[in-house]
C-alpha cells in the first residue's frame, strides 16, 4: 500500500494570512451599496397650471426654483438597481418664502419646496417604468412620502395629503421661513409609520414648488441628492 502523499506545510504567517482574508472578503460582502447621486438633468415637468409654471434650472447635481404665484413639479424615474433604497438625502435652501400655511387644506397649502418619493408593490414597479408622474400619483396602490419645507406645523409632523388621499402622507422637516439646512431621512421608518410595513419598490422621486394660494414668491435651491 503506498503512502499518502504529504501535503505542503504553510508558514505560520501564511496561516494567519489565510483566516484574515476570509473576514476581510465576508466583510466586503456585506458593506452597503455606495450612495446613489440622483442628478436634477433630464427631469420631466408636471404643470399644473395651464398658465403658470414654476422656473426650474437643472444644472446636474442643483436644481434652482423660481417661483410667483405658481405651482409645478419636476420628476425622475428611479433607476431598478435602486429601487431598494431605504433612507434619502440632500441639501436645501430658501432666499424668499411664501407665508406659513396650513398643508392639508387643499387650495391653502403653499409650500417652498417639497421632494416626493413614490412608491410601488415590487410586481407592478416594472410596468409602472414607462409611465408618467400623473400616472404614478392616481395609482391606487402608490403610497408617496413628501418631504416639506413650508406651512404653519413643527418639524416631524406627519399629516393627511390634501390630494393623495390615503396613499400619501405630507412629512414637515421645515417651516415656512429662509435658510439653508442639509437633510436625511429614513424612507423605511417614515414609511412604516405613514403606511404600516415595509416600502415596495421607490419607482419615482420628485421636486415641487406652491406659491399660487398665497401669490407668493420662492427663491429656493436643493442639491445633492442621494438615495442610500
Same mark, same amino acid.
Given at each position: 500500500?503506498?503512502?499518502?502523499?504529504?501535503?505542503?506545510?504553510?508558514?505560520?504567517?501564511?496561516?494567519?494570512?489565510?483566516? =484574515?482574508?476570509?473576514?476581510?472578503? !465576508?466583510?466586503?460582502?456585506?458593506?452597503?451599496?455606495?450612495?446613489?447621486?440622483?442628478?436634477?438633468?433630464?427631469?420631466?415637468?408636471?404643470?399644473?397650471?395651464?398658465?403658470?409654471?414654476?422656473?426650474?434650472?437643472?444644472?446636474?447635481?442643483?436644481?434652482?426654483?423660481?417661483?410667483?404665484?405658481?405651482?409645478?413639479?419636476?420628476?425622475?424615474?428611479?433607476?431598478?438597481?435602486?429601487? $431598494?433604497?431605504?433612507?434619502?438625502?440632500?441639501?436645501?435652501?430658501?432666499?424668499?418664502?411664501?407665508?406659513?400655511?396650513?398643508?392639508?387644506?387643499?387650495?391653502?397649502?403653499?409650500?417652498?419646496?417639497?421632494?416626493?418619493?413614490?412608491?410601488?408593490?415590487?410586481?407592478?414597479?416594472?410596468?409602472? !417604468?414607462?409611465?408618467?408622474?400623473?400616472?404614478?400619483?392616481?395609482?391606487?396602490?402608490?403610497?408617496?412620502?413628501?418631504?416639506?419645507? $413650508?406651512?404653519?406645523?413643527?418639524?416631524?409632523?406627519?399629516?393627511?395629503?390634501?390630494?393623495?388621499?390615503?396613499?400619501?402622507?405630507?412629512?414637515? =422637516?421645515?417651516? !415656512?421661513?429662509? $435658510?439653508?439646512?442639509?437633510?436625511?431621512?429614513?424612507?423605511?421608518?417614515?414609511?412604516?409609520?405613514?403606511?404600516?410595513? !415595509?416600502?415596495?419598490?421607490?419607482?419615482?422621486?420628485?421636486?415641487?414648488?406652491?406659491?399660487?394660494?398665497?401669490?407668493?414668491?420662492?427663491?429656493?435651491?436643493?442639491?445633492?441628492?442621494?438615495?442610500?
Amino acid at each position: 500500500m503506498s503512502r499518502p502523499e504529504a501535503q505542503p506545510r504553510r508558514s505560520p504567517a501564511l496561516r494567519m494570512a489565510l483566516p =484574515l482574508a476570509a473576514l476581510a472578503g !465576508a466583510l466586503l460582502a456585506g458593506t452597503p451599496a455606495a450612495a446613489a447621486q440622483i442628478a436634477f438633468s433630464g427631469w420631466t415637468l408636471q404643470k399644473f397650471s395651464l398658465f403658470s409654471k414654476v422656473d426650474f434650472g437643472q444644472q446636474g447635481a442643483v436644481l434652482t426654483i423660481d417661483a410667483q404665484d405658481a405651482a409645478s413639479l419636476l420628476w425622475t424615474a428611479v433607476p431598478a438597481s435602486d429601487r $431598494g433604497r431605504g433612507s434619502a438625502a440632500w441639501d436645501w435652501s430658501v432666499a424668499r418664502s411664501v407665508p406659513a400655511t396650513d398643508l392639508t387644506r387643499k387650495g391653502g397649502d403653499d409650500r417652498n419646496a417639497a421632494v416626493y418619493f413614490v412608491f410601488l408593490p415590487e410586481a407592478q414597479a416594472a410596468a409602472a !417604468a414607462g409611465g408618467s408622474i400623473a400616472s404614478l400619483l392616481s395609482n391606487e396602490a402608490a403610497r408617496v412620502l413628501v418631504y416639506t419645507w $413650508g406651512g404653519a406645523h413643527r418639524r416631524g409632523e406627519m399629516l393627511a395629503s390634501p390630494y393623495l388621499g390615503p396613499r400619501g402622507r405630507t412629512v414637515v =422637516l421645515r417651516p !415656512a421661513g429662509t $435658510g439653508r439646512h442639509s437633510e436625511k431621512v429614513s424612507l423605511a421608518k417614515d414609511y412604516a409609520a405613514a403606511f404600516g410595513g !415595509a416600502p415596495g419598490a421607490l419607482v419615482g422621486v420628485a421636486v415641487s414648488a406652491d406659491s399660487d394660494d398665497t401669490d407668493g414668491v420662492i427663491a429656493a435651491q436643493v442639491s445633492g441628492l442621494r438615495l442610500d
